[in-house]
Every structure is written in C-alpha cells, then in structure tokens.
C-alpha cells in the first residue's frame, strides 16, 4: 500500500491519512506427542509419512519440504540442507538418526518403484520430474488427521508448532530453537510455554 500509494500514484498524503488496522492474535493449535505420532501413521502412503515426519522432526515449512531433493540429505553430518527457505536464505535442520532410517526406507522403496530420480526431488509427485506440492501435502495431513480420529483444527505448520514446543517442553535453548526454525522471532508460540521454559533456565 505504501510503494502504491508513494511511488505509483505519487500522492503520499493519501497514505497519511490509512490507519492500521488491529487483528486479533490467536495462539496455534498444539499437537501433543502422542497426535503426532497418530497423525503420521495415518498417513495413505509411505511417501506421504515421510514427508510429515521430516516436517515434524526439522520444524521444515511445507514449501521448504517439499522442496528437498536427495541430495539435501548428509547423513555424515546428520543434516538436511535447505536452499532458499523464507527470505531466500539457505540453512541446515538437524537430522536424527531415527528421521535419517525413515528416510533411507522411502529412498529404497521410491528407488525400487522408480518413482525417485538420481538427484532428484526427496518427495517426487506423480510426474517424478516435479516436486510433491504443498496443496498435495496439505490434503494429505487433513485426510490423515481424519483418519486417526484428531478433531483440532491442523494444517502443516501444525508440526512446526509442534516441533517448536515439544523441544521447549524438553527445556531446550529457545536460542538454539530459534536457530534450528530459521525464524527471527518466536512469538507464534503459546506464552504458557514460553514462560514456563524460561522460568527453567533462570
């Protein structure tokens, strides 16, 4: 509104005259372990429980999992690369060893049905030469929390949340957290928590 308002139509004074307008902030829907844990295995397919396990166990967005190609995976340094997330930066999410195995099952299934090219996307679509896209994935979590009998209202960035505070709950750094969601504030957490994992670092 501002460029619109200042450079296309060069009256500013128009812009002066905007007020913000206040929406009310909400706190997310929170996923206990144990949903999680229902939420993937529910999922239709192999592909698809991989895909939501990644995005629990990295805190990964939808766009940036969906974006990972085989290549991303370094099993030496227990990482996954992440090209061009939010803000166009690349950086890396931990891998754990039981994430890695999850992986490396998918990898040798998609390889034997010859739906994953050499070097190409982690999580293919129907035309492995293009990536699974998010509205797929998307429809694959609601589908999946039906299935396992979850009635709170989720979408991906549900695993986010619940990556985000199930580490707080394991009183981990909230620094180290903010590092590993590549996120420059953590306000989107619930308060209760917050306030609770700090009280346990002071």
Same mark, same amino acid.
């Given at each position: 509104?501002?460029?619109?308002?200042?450079?296309?139509?060069?009256?500013?004074?128009?812009?002066?005259? +905007?007020?913000?307008?206040?929406?009310?902030?909400?706190?997310?829907?929170?996923?206990?372990?144990?949903?999680?844990?229902?939420?993937?295995?529910?999922?239709?397919?192999?592909?698809?429980?991989?895909?939501?396990?990644?995005?629990?166990?990295?805190?990964?967005?939808?766009?940036?999992?969906?974006?990972?190609?085989?290549?991303?995976?370094?099993?030496?340094?227990?990482?996954?690369?992440?090209?061009?997330?939010?803000?166009?930066?690349?950086?890396?999410?931990?891998?754990?060893?039981?994430?890695?195995?999850?992986?490396?099952?998918?990898?040798?299934?998609?390889?034997?049905?010859?739906?994953?090219?050499?070097?190409?996307?982690?999580?293919?679509?129907?035309?492995?030469?293009?990536?699974?896209?998010?509205?797929?994935?998307?429809?694959?979590?609601?589908?999946?929390?039906?299935?396992?009998?979850?009635?709170?209202?989720?979408?991906?960035?549900?695993?986010? %949340?619940?990556?985000?505070?199930?580490?707080?709950?394991?009183?981990?750094?909230?620094?180290?957290?903010?590092?590993?969601?590549?996120?420059?504030?953590?306000?989107?957490?619930?308060?209760?928590? +917050?306030?609770?994992?700090?009280?346990? %670092?002071?």
């Amino acid at each position: 509104m501002k460029f619109f308002f200042n450079v296309t139509l060069d009256r500013p004074e128009l812009m002066a005259k +905007m007020q913000p307008v206040h929406l009310p902030r909400k706190l997310p829907v929170i996923l206990s372990p144990d949903e999680v844990k229902r939420l993937i295995a529910a999922a239709g397919n192999l592909k698809h429980q991989t895909a939501l396990a990644v995005a629990y166990g990295t805190g990964l967005r939808v766009n940036e999992v969906v974006a990972l190609k085989v290549g991303d995976i370094d099993s030496q340094r227990m990482t996954l690369r992440v090209e061009q997330g939010k803000g166009q930066k690349d950086r890396y999410a931990m891998l754990s060893p039981v994430l890695l195995e999850r992986l490396r099952v998918w990898w040798r299934v998609a390889r034997a049905q010859g739906k994953m090219l050499d070097g190409g996307w982690l999580f293919p679509g129907l035309n492995p030469v293009e990536p699974l896209s998010a509205r797929q994935l998307n429809r694959a979590i609601h589908a999946a929390a039906l299935d396992a009998g979850i009635e709170k209202h989720i979408s991906m960035h549900s695993l986010r %949340h619940a990556f985000a505070t199930h580490l707080l709950e394991q009183r981990v750094d909230i620094r180290l957290i903010q590092v590993l969601l590549g996120h420059k504030k953590l306000d989107y957490l619930p308060r209760r928590t +917050m306030s609770r994992s700090i009280c346990k %670092h002071q």
